[in-house]
């Protein structure tokens, strides 16, 4: 019901929560995701401030920016073509958001003294993290469109990943342990750039209790892969500032499985409470 049809200020009918085909899940993370691309003007700002925007650099921010662009354009064409949400509540996060920006803060480029060495290695991770979000986003829809169209831009963030990685794999034989003191500092203070949407937190916790991203995921599937890649505990280029600083951050990723653990262990009783809910309220 409703799909196509115009608003009613053009001369159609109001949303309603009826008409759309996903769940409140599924509202949620596409909503997240959406909004996370909407913000390409700061991130086109940040990438071209920390690389470059000349020669082969400018060349690439420009195209990356591009194709990111497309994703925005894909998701919410989507939405408003089949009234997946509330397209003016939609439009009024998007605008919050979109001003409010997004930027590093003083405390993240107080870290390390290499700015273009921290922008590569976060956006290696964040694609990576972005691509699993979109993946999951699709299948939670339980609709084959969003499906398909949620696979092709998560193929996407998977080719701009791939490209940081190199990077950052390069970094690491020219310089090993000043790409590692980047790395280790993003993967200690990682935060995904969605942060300070609104609802941000009420939607990241929907997403994490049902499987769309959530803390193991983050470990398993966007961090290990990536240091596995470039092998970060089997290297022996590090000097013993650099060893010091790998065993840091092995301490780190330590502390981080004991906290998946608690996590999974206290979703798993959320979850059964709120079926025990369920079951009474059905009978």
Same mark, same amino acid.
């Given at each position: 019901?409703?799909?196509?049809q115009?608003?009613?200020?053009?001369?159609?009918?109001?949303?309603?929560?009826?008409?759309?085909?996903?769940? #409140?899940?599924?509202?949620?993370?596409?909503?997240?995701?959406?909004?996370?691309?909407?913000?390409?003007?700061?991130y086109?700002?940040?990438?071209?401030?920390?690389?470059?925007? #000349?020669?082969?650099?400018?060349?690439?921010?420009?195209?990356?920016?591009?194709?990111? /662009?497309? !994703?925005?354009? $894909?998701?919410?064409?989507? @939405?408003?073509?089949?009234?997946?949400?509330?397209?003016?509540?939609?439009?009024?996060?998007?605008?919050?958001?979109?001003?409010?920006?997004?930027?590093?803060?003083?405390?993240?480029?107080?870290?390390?003294?290499s700015?273009?060495?921290?922008s590569?290695?976060?956006?290696?991770?964040q694609?990576?993290?972005t691509?699993?979000?979109?993946? /999951?986003?699709?299948?939670?829809?339980?609709?084959?469109?969003?499906?398909r169209? @949620?696979?092709?831009?998560?193929?996407?963030?998977?080719?701009?990943?791939?490209?940081?990685?190199?990077?950052? *794999? $390069?970094?690491?034989? @020219?310089?090993?342990?000043?790409?590692?003191?980047?790395?280790?500092?993003?993967? *200690? /203070?990682?935060?995904?750039?969605?942060?300070?949407?609104?609802?941000?937190?009420?939607?990241?916790v929907?997403?994490?209790?049902?499987?769309?991203?959530?803390?193991?995921? !983050?470990?398993?599937?966007?961090?290990?892969?990536n240091?596995?890649?470039?092998?970060?505990?089997?290297?022996?280029?590090?000097?013993?500032?650099?060893?010091?600083?790998?065993?840091q +951050?092995?301490?780190? +990723?330590? #502390?981080?499985?004991?906290?998946v653990?608690?996590?999974?262990?206290?979703?798993?009783r959320? @979850?059964?409470?709120? $079926?025990?809910?369920?079951?009474?309220?059905?009978?």
């Amino acid at each position: 019901m409703g799909v196509g049809q115009q608003l009613a200020a053009a001369g159609g009918c109001d949303w309603d929560p009826e008409q759309s085909q996903l769940s #409140d899940v599924a509202r949620a993370a596409m909503i997240t995701n959406l909004l996370t691309e909407d913000n390409l003007p700061s991130y086109h700002r940040e990438a071209a401030g920390s690389f470059s925007q #000349d020669g082969p650099w400018g060349a690439w921010v420009n195209r990356w920016t591009a194709e990111e /662009n497309r !994703h925005g354009i $894909a998701i919410r064409d989507y @939405l408003v073509v089949t009234r997946g949400v509330d397209l003016v509540a939609l439009e009024q996060a998007r605008m919050e958001h979109v001003t409010n920006g997004f930027t590093s803060t003083d405390e993240e480029r107080a870290m390390h003294n290499s700015e273009f060495l921290m922008s590569v290695a976060y956006v290696t991770f964040q694609e990576l993290a972005t691509r699993v979000s979109h993946r /999951n986003t699709g299948k939670v829809c339980d609709e084959p469109i969003a499906d398909r169209l @949620l696979q092709r831009i998560a193929a996407d963030e998977n080719l701009h990943m791939i490209f940081y990685r190199n990077m950052c *794999e $390069a970094a690491l034989e @020219l310089s090993p342990d000043q790409a590692l003191d980047a790395v280790g500092a993003v993967v *200690e /203070n990682f935060r995904m750039p969605g942060q300070g949407m609104p609802d941000f937190r009420r939607n990241g916790v929907l997403m994490a209790k049902h499987g769309i991203y959530d803390l193991r995921q !983050h470990l398993e599937e966007v961090v290990m892969p990536n240091l596995r890649k470039w092998r970060i505990f089997e290297r022996t280029d590090f000097s013993p500032v650099g060893e010091a600083r790998r065993d840091q +951050l092995a301490a780190f +990723l330590e #502390d981080l499985q004991t906290k998946v653990v608690k996590f999974e262990e206290q979703r798993d009783r959320l @979850l059964a409470r709120e $079926a025990a809910e369920r079951e009474r309220m059905a009978s």
